[in-house]
């Protein structure tokens, strides 16, 4: 039915709006901002179309964000065509009420003499006293301060329980339908939050703050210094898995991949084997610890103090209760000095250049010595 249309005021409309002082952010808000803070603005809304003369219209509802020394004044009119009469003939009435020229005294009285309904620092405003196939909204905002709204929408019927009571008491902005209108507004605003739940939960698309908390409620703790964007994201899109398998050597396996980049060694003190010499379980028991329930994650991976610190904590919270683990981070390579010899992923210390028969080369570019 027509008479049930919700209009979203969006990108392709507020493109479209005539702005005095005013600009539209085309961020993921569509909102509209204030430019300069010390003088006067206006916001004039296209001519919404009801499909239908003598359309009714219920309710327009906005989020504003403003300072307290501002006033706003939201005129809204409806009629069943989009040229009035004016002293010198037939006007156009976007053309009229967007034309920064004409004061804003004559636009006051066109408002009043077309029947308008008139808010003053309202985001919610009732419609029900108007009629008309158009619909123009137009704010006027004053004084000085930051002004801003976003996620307009104008509602056709205006409310959502008139029509369950009997037809006596359906009439028309009547008190008992304002009256009404006063809990449609909070279903409504219930609604269109339900609505926005989906996108809310969309891992690819909504805020890595909100992910942060989302892990929270299931449990996984981090802190947004030690981790970034991408880190955030795998992590809420694995964390029912993660819960999972918590306690397993899989969980650390995988945390290890998205927090370090790669898959990490583990090895359980349980796996190491006991019949070997004194010396040998000593650094064994150094490495590994004594306890046939301890773990240890071994990395390559450098990371500063803090971080491992704070990993070490994070990986803890995947680890059985009785579970004692290990954090450790091997150096990739060895350094030889004068007495040693070369061996597996060994370097030279900071000798960048050697000497052969036919000249000085880096060592990167010797390739094989003949």
Same mark, same amino acid.
């Given at each position: 039915?027509?008479?049930?249309? *919700? ?23 569509? $909102?509209? $901002? ?8 206006? !916001? ?10 003598? &359309?009714?219209?219920?309710?327009? $509802? ?6 307290? &020394? ?99 008491? *359906? ?13 449609? $507004? ?42 970034? #964007? ?17 306690? @397993?050597?899989?969980? /650390? ?6 927090? /370090? ?18 010396? #040998? ?17 071994? @990395? ?13 904590? !994070? ?14 981070? /091997? ?6 000095? @004068? ?20 000249? @000085? ?10």
């Amino acid at each position: 039915m027509v008479s049930d249309r *919700r209009y979203s005021i969006k990108k392709n409309r507020l493109i479209n709006a005539a702005y005095g002082n005013m600009e539209y952010l085309a961020d993921a808000s569509d $909102s509209v $901002s204030r430019k300069d803070v010390q003088k006067n603005a206006f !916001f004039l809304l296209p001519a919404l179309d009801g499909a239908e003369n003598n &359309s009714v219209w219920g309710r327009l $509802s906005m989020d504003v964000e403003a300072e307290p &020394s501002v006033v706003y004044i939201v005129h809204i009119i409806a009629l069943n065509e989009q040229i009035a009469a004016g002293n010198d003939g037939d006007i156009s009435v976007d053309k009229y009420l967007s034309d920064s020229d004409v004061e804003q005294e004559k636009k006051n009285l066109f408002f009043k003499n077309t029947g308008e309904v008139r808010a003053v620092n309202l985001e919610d405003v009732l419609l029900y006293s108007l009629k008309g196939r158009y619909l123009w909204i137009y704010i006027e905002i004053q004084g000085e301060g930051s002004f801003a709204f976003s996620n307009m929408k104008v509602d056709m019927v205006g409310d959502n329980f008139m029509m369950t009571f009997p037809q006596v008491y *359906r009439e028309r902005n009547s008190f008992f339908h304002r009256y009404m209108s006063i809990f449609s $507004s909070i279903y409504n605003d219930f609604q269109s939050q339900i609505d926005k739940l989906p996108g809310r939960f969309d891992i690819e698309n909504t805020s890595c703050e909100f992910l942060i908390e989302y892990l929270g409620w299931l449990g996984i703790d981090i802190l947004r210094e030690y981790v970034d #964007d991408g880190m955030i994201r795998k992590l809420a899109a694995e964390a029912f898995e993660l819960k999972r398998y918590r306690g @397993t050597r899989y969980v /650390l396996e995988r945390i290890g991949e998205i927090m /370090l980049g790669e898959k990490p060694v583990i090895i359980e003190r349980r796996q190491i084997i006991d019949n070997m010499n004194k010396t #040998d379980k000593q650094v064994s028991d150094a490495l590994y610890g004594e306890n046939p329930y301890d773990v240890s994650v071994l @990395t390559t991976v450098e990371c500063n103090d803090s971080r491992r610190r704070w990993l070490s904590g !994070f990986l803890e919270q995947f680890i059985p209760v009785r579970c004692k683990l290990k954090l450790i981070f /091997l150096c990739g390579h060895n350094k030889m000095d @004068t007495y040693t010899y070369m061996g597996v992923n060994a370097r030279l210390w900071d000798v960048a250049k050697v000497r052969l028969d036919e000249g @000085t080369v880096p060592l990167d570019e010797m390739g094989i010595m003949k």
